[in-house]
């Protein structure tokens, strides 16, 4: 690995709450070259604020600290709101959860996508066009002539999360953050989307962060993973060394899942350690 | 509606035939809308109005008439029909522009709605403008700055325009910068001595100077206007300003606000972009009734400022059961509303993708 695109090192986040400060991310550290990293953990474990901490966008009310918090040898915690604007969308982007809500209702598929040619690539009306129309194509859309024209509201859940993808790529960032990029979508269609999602960012050699809380999918489109438990990283190993996680919260994740081959009458249930959380 | 790509916005949509069609059919659906609106609405103001106490014949004869005068009125009004056969009388009347005489000005009730109507339009237009120019950017900046200064302070100014009873703010108005600073004209709609010289093609000032290019004249209609305007407006705008700042902090907590921003938006440009377009639907709403409440006439503004306006028509009538003249304006007031509905509703179409075609 030459030089990492992201490094992080003891990022913090906390919120200010009645009962004290919540730490929603502890000490968490890690570096991503142009690879794909998985990031697994429980609903609340801290994997979401951590992929926004990363875009700047968490609401004011959070403080984010870190020792290093850099992306290819730029200090994002000095960034200005305007440092921000060229960043997010040209360098580093992300993918939502569920294209039903992110997506803008009111606008066309067309100009949303087209919005970040313009923001970024300087592109006027008809360039934003041509470029839109191949990105379209390029997240397999079939019709993009007639798709190009289209309200989200027009779009199946699968269109629109193609739709989410082709406007988060189109200028061509290294870095990209999918937070729960399937979850939303039909089991049948889970798939379609991430094999072109996995596509786009082999071909463009891009750095992938993939945040979900599905083992299995993750450490078959990933090469490493980090486990998050209670805001922290717990683990970090090679995606398919999961089987031999040292980390007890890691081993009870695999024990638990589920699997064709073996019949179980009862799933394990992780045992929580308290431990784990000191 | 379709779901998918696939057979989304399908191509016969688009053949000419279906669409012309289409236009024809939603014009008759308007046009019957309108139709059975107004029917239902001066049943219900005719039947109101002959159920009350108050006798037409007397209003019309006065109560020092003869016998023989008030018989002959009686006739002469038709009230020896029955009350359904005098409804369809009195509809087909108001079809042909017949609106009966107004008691109190001895004048066709048509004409006088004529004069005071555009009157309260030219003042209702210009409130409602200053209502949304002003309220809906102060709502967006309340929305986006939540909890902090600009959302409080735009917060008390919205209560104190709540609050504040609209008689006392024109007439402290008028002192201060009528007659203590002299920025602005007094009561009425013009000076005495500019009355007249426009010839009355529309009836609102404004525009009949304009059209005649005496612009001493339009002048000097704004500094009248300004006023009562700013203060109706004022009304309005707290109104705007709330609502707008309701509908907003709704959408600026909705993921694709988020979207807009890691696309590269400014937080500004998502906000006006993104979240703002959409609002449309609800703020149209919130918008076109403000607007249609202050078409109804604001009496107590027009009555501080001399401003002979629909409003105060309308209370003078009522005050001199002069029935034909309160029924008139009745149905002036409800085809306004009609009116504006209709309008709004179209706007929906052409703001909210999901609200067309069906």
Not at chain 1, 96 to 118: A, F, H
Not at chain 2, 233 to 254: E, H, K, N, V
């Amino acid at each position: 690995m030459t030089d990492p695109l992201l490094t992080v090192d003891n990022l913090e986040v906390t919120f200010p709450g009645r009962t004290g400060v919540t730490r929603a991310v502890r000490n968490a550290s890690f570096t991503l070259g142009r690879e794909r990293l998985g990031v697994v953990g429980e609903s609340g474990s801290g994997k979401t604020t951590m992929g926004r901490a990363l875009l700047g966008l968490l609401p004011h009310s959070a403080t984010v600290t870190a020792k290093t918090l850099s992306y290819a040898g730029r200090d994002l915690l000095a960034c200005s709101e305007r440092d921000w604007q060229q960043l997010r969308g040209r360098r580093m982007s992300m993918v939502m959860q569920d294209p039903k809500y992110s997506l803008n209702p009111v606008r066309t598929v067309g100009q949303q996508i087209g919005e970040t040619c313009r923001l970024h690539l300087g592109s006027d009306r008809r360039d934003a066009r041509r470029r839109t129309l191949a990105m379209l194509e390029a997240v397999q859309i079939r019709d993009p002539e007639l798709v190009h024209d289209l309200h989200p509201h027009q779009l199946s859940g699968g269109m629109g999360q193609r739709v989410m993808i082709a406007m988060m790529l189109i200028a061509e960032p290294d870095l990209l953050i999918a937070d729960e990029p399937t979850s939303a979508l039909d089991v049948t269609v889970q798939n379609e989307v991430l094999r072109i999602l996995d596509d786009l960012v082999r071909k463009r050699g891009m750095g992938l962060i993939m945040i979900s809380h599905n083992l299995t999918m993750v450490s078959s489109f990933c090469d490493r993973v980090l486990i998050m438990y209670g805001g922290r990283i717990v683990e970090e190993c090679a995606a398919r060394d999961l089987g031999n996680a040292r980390h007890p919260y890691t081993r009870a994740l695999v024990a638990a899942t589920p699997s064709l081959d073996v019949r179980r009458a009862e799933l394990a249930t992780v045992v929580r350690d308290p431990e784990w959380l000191a | 509606m379709s779901t998918t790509a696939g057979d989304a916005g399908t191509a016969s949509d688009r053949r000419p035939g279906r669409l012309i069609g289409t236009i024809l059919r939603r014009t008759l659906g308007f046009v019957l809308t309108l139709a059975v609106t107004f029917i239902g609405l001066t049943a219900v103001t005719f039947f109101i109005s002959r159920l009350t106490n108050i006798d037409p014949v007397l209003a019309v004869v006065g109560d020092k008439a003869t016998q023989a005068a008030y018989d002959q009125a009686f006739l002469a009004l038709g009230l020896d029909q029955p009350l359904p056969m005098q409804y369809l009388i009195y509809l087909k009347r108001l079809v042909t522009g017949d609106f009966g005489m107004s008691v109190l000005t001895s004048r066709p009730v048509l004409t006088d709605l004529m004069r005071v109507f555009p009157a309260t339009f030219e003042l209702a237009t210009i409130a409602t403008i200053i209502g949304v120019l002003v309220g809906v950017p102060a709502g967006v900046l309340a929305a986006a700055r939540k909890g902090r200064w600009p959302d409080h302070v735009i917060r008390v100014v919205g209560l104190f325009g709540y609050s504040v009873p609209v008689f006392w703010l024109g007439l402290v108005g008028l002192f201060v910068f009528y007659g203590k600073l002299g920025w602005v004209s007094g009561t009425g709609r013009l000076d005495v001595f500019f009355n007249g010289i426009v010839t009355t093609r529309t009836g609102v000032i404004l525009i009949d100077s304009a059209i005649e290019g005496n612009w001493e004249i339009f002048g000097n209609a704004i500094s009248h206007l300004i006023l009562p305007a700013s203060i109706l407006g004022y009304f309005s705008l707290a109104y705007i300003a709330r609502m707008t700042r309701s509908f907003m902090i709704d959408q600026l907590s909705q993921e694709y606000v988020t979207a807009a921003r890691i696309k590269g938006n400014s937080y500004w440009g998502a906000v006006w972009r993104h979240a703002f377009p959409n609002i449309m639907v609800p703020l149209i709403t919130v918008i076109g009734l403000s607007y249609a409440s202050l078409l109804e006439g604001a009496v107590l503004t027009e009555t501080v400022f001399a401003w002979p306006g629909l409003g105060l028509y309308i209370t003078r009538a009522l005050f001199n059961s002069d029935m034909n003249a309160v029924l008139g304006g009745t149905v002036l007031v409800g085809a306004v509303f009609i009116t504006v509905n209709l309008v709004s509703d179209l706007l929906y179409k052409l703001f909210d993708p999901r609200l067309r075609s069906t």
